[in-house]
């Protein structure tokens, strides 16, 4: 099993940052793929980035490249979304996943943390 903890969301401008965390604990955590997730109002939850177990490949959805970057800690077992250039339309509650690789994360995680609001003013 594999717990997980996101953390960092809030309350932000148009134009503004956030940076989010994701907290991992459990069995071989570090040989795990992770990613992050986003569900707003109304919508389905949508892939926006993963990155591999080793922390060497990325992948990210159109919507984030070019303003969002994932990355990780192994040793601390924790993996960040740095925001940038906030949008109205990025207002949702942003998921932590993982899987065993990270085309299986971007398809869909075996295991999710609980979420964190993130709320992006006009």
């Known amino acids: 099993q594999v717990q997980l903890v996101e953390s960092g969301g809030g309350l932000v401008q148009a134009g503004g940052s956030l940076r989010l965390s994701c907290a991992a604990s459990g069995r071989t955590v570090r040989n795990y793929a992770m990613g992050w997730f986003r569900q707003a109002p109304g919508k389905e939850r949508e892939f926006v980035a993963a990155v591999s177990g080793s922390g060497g490949g990325t992948l990210y959805a159109d919507s984030a490249k070019g303003r969002f970057t994932i990355s990780r800690d192994n040793a601390k077992n924790t993996v960040s979304l740095q925001m940038n250039s906030l949008k109205p339309e990025d207002t949702a509650v942003y998921y932590c996943?993982?899987?065993?690789?990270?085309?299986?994360?971007?398809?869909?995680?075996?295991?999710w943390g609980r979420g964190t609001q993130v709320t992006v003013s006009s």
């Open positions: 996943a993982a899987a065993l690789n990270i085309v299986s994360v971007k398809t869909g995680g075996n295991y």
